[in-house]
C-alpha cells in the first residue's frame, strides 16, 4: 500500500499535482509492476544502464525517473527506496542536483542539444550515479537519435539514462533493443478517487465526493490531470469538462436520423466548441469505439467511459466506425482551406449519417452490406415499413434516358413484347426467373431473389420489394436488370418498383437457373451474361470495378 501521502516542498507553487508528486517508489500508484521491477533492481545493484519508460500522459513517467535517481544516489535508502531526507534526495526533488540531468527532446530535439548532454557523461558528479532524464524521446532528429545511440552502445559505468515517451513505436528500433522497456498504464477510477481522497485529507480541502467523482471523470487515468481538474474545481467552483457531445453524435448516426445529428453538433457549437476541436474530439473518441472493438488492450478509455464508447462501438459497427473516422479526417483537412468550417463538418456528418448522400465506394460497399444482411435474414428491413406505393422508373446509371424503339422482325425473334393482360401468364414469369434473372451481376441476383413480379404488361415490368430501404438500393442494379430483359425481350422494357412489407415475412426466392437455348445467330452472349451463383455482394464490386478479373489464390 502506498505510503501516506506529503506534500512536497515547492516554494511558490500551489498546484496540487506538483505538491503531491510522489517522490519514493512507495508513494506511486497504479504501477505496482514498474515499482517491483525498479525497486528490486536497485536493492538488488542490478540496474541497467538504459531505461525506456512508455505510456500515456500523466501516468508518472517522468516523476518515476526522478524516484530512480533519488533511489541511485539516497544517502540512506531501504528496500531499495530513497529515504527523501538526505542531502541528495532534496536537491534532486527541488531540481537542483548536479547527479540528474533532464532534456525535454520536444523543445530540444537538435544533434547540438544531445551532444551538448551527452558529452558530460564522461565527468564525474558528487553522486554515486548520474542519471539523464529525456522525456518525449521520440521527437528527437535523425541525427540526435544516432549521436544518443552512439553514447547507449558504450555508455560510461556510472551512467543511467531514462527514456520517456508517450509513443514508443516512433523511438529507433537500434535504441529501443538498447534498453530496458517498462510500460506504463492508465489508471482506473477507483485508484484516482483514492488518490484524490488522500489527497483531500492530507491538504484538508474542501471538496466533496462529486467534486471528487467528476475529477475522476475528466482525468481519464490520468493522476495528474485528476489532480488538475480537483485544482480547477476549488479555484472556480466548477469543472469544465470539455466533453464533446458524442455519444448524441453518434446515436444519430447508428439511428440513420439525420435530423438528430445535426442537432446536436448546432447544440455543440452554440456552447462554444470550434468546428475543428468538436471534430478533433469526436475522431478521438470514435477511434477508441474502434479500438474496444477490434483491440480492446491498444483503447486507453477507462471505466465509465470505457463502456459507454465500447457499447456505441458495438452498435455502430467497425465498417461504420472506419468511415466514419475516414469522414472526419477528410472533413479535417478540408476545414484547413474552408472559408466556412461549420459547412464542412455539417455536410460530412450528414453524409454520415445517411449513406445514401454518399457517393464514396466506402459508403456504397456500406449499403451493400446492409442488403446483403437483409436478404440475409428473409428480407426483414430495420426501417420503418412503407406502404406499397408506386415509384418511378429509374433511368439505367450512367446512361441517357432512351425512349422504347420498335424490334426489329427477324425469323428467330421472340415476342416484341408481352400481350396486354399477361400479368398472371407463368410462361412470361417462367422467362423472367430463369432467363433473365441469371444474366444478371450477383448483386442484382440478391436483391431479385426477395423481389416478386407484381405484373408484366405492355412492356412494363412491375416489381415488389419488401423494404423502402431495398428499393433505394435497386438503382444499383437497374441498369444490368434492362439490359437483361432487352436482351431477352428483344426491346427496352421499362422497370418500375414498389415496396411490399408483406414480402419480409415470405421466404425468398431461388430459381434454379435452367440451360438457355442457344442465342440468335450473331447475338452471342458475353461471358459476364454466364449464369453464376450468388455469394457475396463484396464480390460483385470487385466484378464492377474490375471487368474480366479473376480470383486466384
Request: charged content about 25%.
Amino acid at each position: 500500500m502506498p505510503a501516506d501521502l506529503t506534500p512536497t516542498p515547492v516554494e511558490g507553487v500551489t498546484a496540487l499535482y506538483r505538491r503531491f508528486r510522489p517522490g519514493r517508489f512507495a508513494e506511486l500508484r497504479g504501477q505496482d509492476h514498474v515499482v517491483r521491477a525498479l525497486r528490486g533492481a536497485t536493492r538488488d545493484g542490478r540496474v541497467v544502464h538504459a531505461y525506456l519508460f512508455s505510456g500515456p500522459r500523466g501516468t508518472g513517467k517522468t516523476t518515476t525517473a526522478r524516484i530512480l535517481a533519488k533511489a541511485l544516489n539516497c544517502e540512506q535508502p531501504h528496500d531499495g527506496d530513497a529515504c527523501g531526507e538526505c542531502p541528495s534526495c532534496v536537491a534532486i526533488a527541488r531540481g537542483a542536483s548536479l547527479d540528474v540531468i533532464e532534456l525535454d527532446a520536444a523543445s530540444n530535439n537538435g544533434v547540438d542539444d544531445v551532444r551538448e548532454i551527452t558529452a558530460g557523461a564522461w565527468h564525474q558528479t558528487p553522486g554515486r550515479w548520474k542519471v539523464y532524464i529525456v522525456d518525449e524521446v521520440h521527437q528527437l532528429s535523425k541525427a540526435a537519435a544516432a549521436a544518443l545511440l552512439k553514447t547507449l552502445e558504450e555508455p560510461p559505468s556510472h551512467v543511467v539514462f531514462v527514456l520517456a515517451t508517450t509513443d514508443p513505436h516512433k523511438v529507433l528500433p537500434t535504441i529501443r533493443s538498447r534498453t530496458q522497456h517498462l510500460e506504463f498504464h492508465l489508471l482506473s477510477g477507483e485508484i484516482l478517487a483514492g488518490l484524490l481522497q488522500d489527497v483531500r485529507q492530507a491538504a484538508s480541502l474542501a471538496a466533496n465526493d462529486d467534486a471528487i467523482e467528476a475529477a475522476v471523470r475528466l482525468a481519464r487515468g490520468s493522476a495528474r490531470d485528476a489532480l488538475s481538474a480537483l485544482d480547477q474545481l476549488l479555484a472556480t467552483g466548477v469543472v469544465d469538462e470539455d466533453r464533446a457531445p458524442s455519444t448524441e453524435l453518434v446515436e444519430g448516426l447508428i439511428a440513420e436520423d439525420a435530423t438528430a445529428v445535426l442537432a446536436a453538433l448546432a447544440g455543440a457549437l452554440r456552447q462554444g466548441w470550434d468546428p475543428e476541436q468538436l471534430a478533433e474530439a469526436l475522431a478521438a473518441d470514435v477511434r477508441q469505439m474502434f479500438l474496444l472493438e477490434v483491440a480492446p488492450d491498444v483503447a486507453d478509455a477507462v471505466d465509465a467511459d470505457r463502456a459507454r464508447l465500447a457499447s456505441l462501438g458495438e452498435r455502430l459497427g467497425p465498417a461504420r466506425t472506419v468511415r466514419t473516422l475516414e469522414t472526419l479526417g477528410r472533413a479535417l483537412r478540408d476545414m484547413k482551406s474552408a472559408p466556412d468550417k461549420v459547412i464542412s463538418l455539417e455536410v460530412a456528418v450528414a453524409r454520415l449519417a445517411r449513406p445514401d448522400l454518399d457517393t464514396t465506394t466506402a459508403a456504397l460497399a456500406e449499403r451493400l452490406e446492409r442488403l446483403e444482411r437483409q436478404v440475409a435474414l428473409g428480407g426483414t428491413a430495420a426501417a420503418t415499413p412503407v406502404p406499397p406505393q408506386p415509384v418511378a422508373p429509374l433511368s439505367p446509371i450512367g446512361a441517357p434516358v432512351e425512349a422504347p424503339s420498335p424490334p426489329v422482325p427477324t425469323a428467330d425473334a421472340v415476342p416484341a413484347a408481352p400481350p396486354a393482360g399477361a400479368s398472371d401468364d407463368a410462361s412470361l414469369r417462367e422467362r423472367f426467373e430463369h432467363r433473365v434473372v441469371p444474366r444478371t451481376s450477383r448483386a442484382a441476383q440478391l436483391v431479385l431473389r426477395s423481389a416478386r413480379v407484381r405484373s408484366f404488361v405492355d412492356g412494363r415490368l412491375t416489381l415488389a420489394v419488401p423494404s423502402e430501404e431495398m428499393r433505394a438500393n435497386t438503382e444499383v442494379i437497374h441498369h444490368g436488370l434492362v439490359r437483361a430483359l432487352e436482351h431477352e425481350f428483344g426491346h427496352l422494357i421499362e422497370v418500375r418498383w414498389e415496396v411490399d412489407p408483406t414480402l419480409r415475412d415470405a421466404p425468398p426466392a431461388r430459381p434454379t437457373p435452367s440451360p438457355r437455348p442457344a442465342p440468335p445467330s450473331g447475338d452471342a452472349p458475353a461471358d459476364d451474361d454466364a449464369t453464376v451463383e450468388v455469394e457475396s455482394v463484396g464480390e460483385h464490386l470487385i466484378t464492377e470495378m474490375f471487368p474480366g478479373a479473376e480470383e486466384i489464390g
